[in-house]
């Protein structure tokens, strides 16, 4: 089953379906959510289901987002529970829902956050989703169908962890596409999407298995590169490079291509991942500041 089938399957479902990280901060909030709340996902993604816009209260009154929600103790302990409670709808009124959690574990089962289904009192839950189905939609970028950052800030964990443990040091390269703005001014953020989506295949296409290629954010990539030293990262870099620059959008009698520039580091136990991340994104700033569409590590 592929992610456009999960996304809208998840959409015309009755339930209201949100995840949130180990934080509490909130990374999807599907239509089901949208229409049982009131509130719209751009509102609502990239918050924390502690900033209390829900409200939660049960039959009781007693306020549950500060203490006594059962999102939160799923968090904590990490077992499935089932609940009914009042939210508070966008436009002021109380909606009584039937409320379940789960625990979310990546490929490692490792906990990396939960998951929320509710109906309103007069339904009942459509349908049950595993784990793993319920994982793909929640590391998995939406438009381009590869891992989305969240999933990338985890396998950065993961190789770090791995460098201390003694073995191969790791790499990573930040690409991002040239002119990116022009090309949406130009050809419309239909094709742009389009693009956007070649890239993303191109690059999936081109790496190791062993290797992660992640939509960052916009019209920016990650690659997290396992084992690949210093000495091996510049070819890699380029190949990509240059794989991109010979890829085209076609349609009708349209064709669109972009470059991209690209800035690479290699890790080492004495600098953080977010140390890397900036030697990286220096690197890129220098490739866009040499003239765009190379590569500098």
Same mark, same amino acid.
């Given at each position: 089953?592929? $992610?456009?089938?999960?996304r809208?399957?998840?959409d015309?479902?009755n339930?209201?379906?949100?995840?949130?990280?180990e934080?509490?901060?909130?990374?999807f909030?599907?239509?089901?959510?949208? $229409?049982?709340?009131?509130?719209?996902a751009?509102?609502?993604?990239?918050?924390? *289901?502690?900033?209390? /816009?829900?409200?939660? +209260?049960?039959?009781?009154?007693?306020?549950?987002?500060?203490?006594?929600?059962?999102?939160?103790a799923?968090?904590?302990? #990490?077992?499935?529970?089932?609940?009914?409670?009042?939210?508070?709808?966008?436009?002021?009124?109380?909606?009584?829902?039937?409320?379940k959690?789960?625990?979310?574990?990546?490929?490692?089962?490792?906990? &990396?956050?939960?998951?929320? $289904?509710? +109906?309103?009192e007069?339904?009942?839950?459509?349908?049950?989703?595993?784990?793993?189905?319920?994982?793909?939609?929640? /590391?998995?970028?939406? $438009? *381009?169908?590869?891992?989305?950052?969240?999933?990338?800030?985890? #396998?950065?964990?993961?190789?770090? @962890?791995?460098?201390?443990?003694?073995?191969?040091?790791?790499?990573?390269?930040?690409?991002?596409?040239?002119? /990116?703005?022009? &090309?949406?001014?130009?050809?419309?953020?239909?094709?742009?999407?389009?693009?956007?989506?070649?890239?993303?295949?191109?690059?999936?296409?081109?790496?190791?298995?062993?290797?992660?290629?992640?939509?960052?954010?916009?019209?920016?990539?990650?690659?997290?590169?396992?084992?690949?030293?210093?000495?091996? @990262?510049?070819?890699?870099?380029?190949?990509?490079?240059?794989?991109?620059?010979?890829?085209?959008?076609?349609?009708?009698?349209?064709?669109?291509?972009?470059t991209?520039?690209?800035?690479?580091?290699?890790?080492?136990?004495?600098?953080?991942?977010?140390?890397?991340?900036?030697?990286?994104?220096?690197?890129?700033?220098?490739?866009?500041n040499?003239?765009?569409?190379?590569?500098?590590v």
């Open positions: 089953m592929n $992610l456009k089938l999960y809208n399957m998840l015309s479902l339930e209201g379906i949100y995840f949130v990280d934080d509490r901060k909130i990374t909030w599907n239509k089901g959510a949208e $229409l049982i709340t009131g509130f719209p751009d509102e609502v993604v990239g918050t924390f *289901c502690y900033d209390n /816009f829900l409200n939660h +209260v049960d039959a009781e009154g007693n306020r549950l987002c500060k203490d006594g929600c059962p999102l939160q799923t968090l904590l302990d #990490q077992q499935e529970r089932s609940d009914f409670v009042y939210l508070h709808h966008k436009k002021g009124h109380r909606v009584g829902v039937q409320v959690t789960m625990p979310l574990y990546d490929e490692e089962k490792g906990f &990396v956050g939960a998951i929320e $289904l509710f +109906v309103p007069s339904r009942t839950f459509s349908s049950e989703w595993t784990n793993d189905e319920l994982k793909t939609i929640a /590391f998995t970028d939406a $438009l *381009c169908e590869i891992p989305n950052r969240r999933y990338g800030e985890l #396998q950065l964990k993961k190789v770090r @962890l791995e460098m201390e443990e003694g073995e191969a040091p790791y790499s990573l390269a930040i690409v991002d596409i040239d002119h /990116f703005k022009l &090309v949406n001014d130009t050809y419309g953020h239909d094709i742009g999407d389009e693009i956007l989506r070649m890239i993303a295949k191109t690059m999936t296409g081109s790496i190791r298995s062993t290797d992660t290629a992640v939509r960052w954010g916009g019209e920016e990539f990650l690659l997290v590169l396992p084992g690949l030293d210093e000495e091996h @990262l510049y070819p890699v870099l380029e190949k990509l490079r240059m794989l991109i620059e010979n890829s085209r959008y076609r349609n009708g009698e349209l064709e669109a291509g972009v991209v520039s690209i800035g690479g580091a290699t890790a080492s136990p004495e600098i953080s991942n977010e140390e890397l991340f900036k030697i990286a994104d220096t690197n890129l700033y220098r490739a866009k040499g003239g765009r569409n190379q590569v500098v």
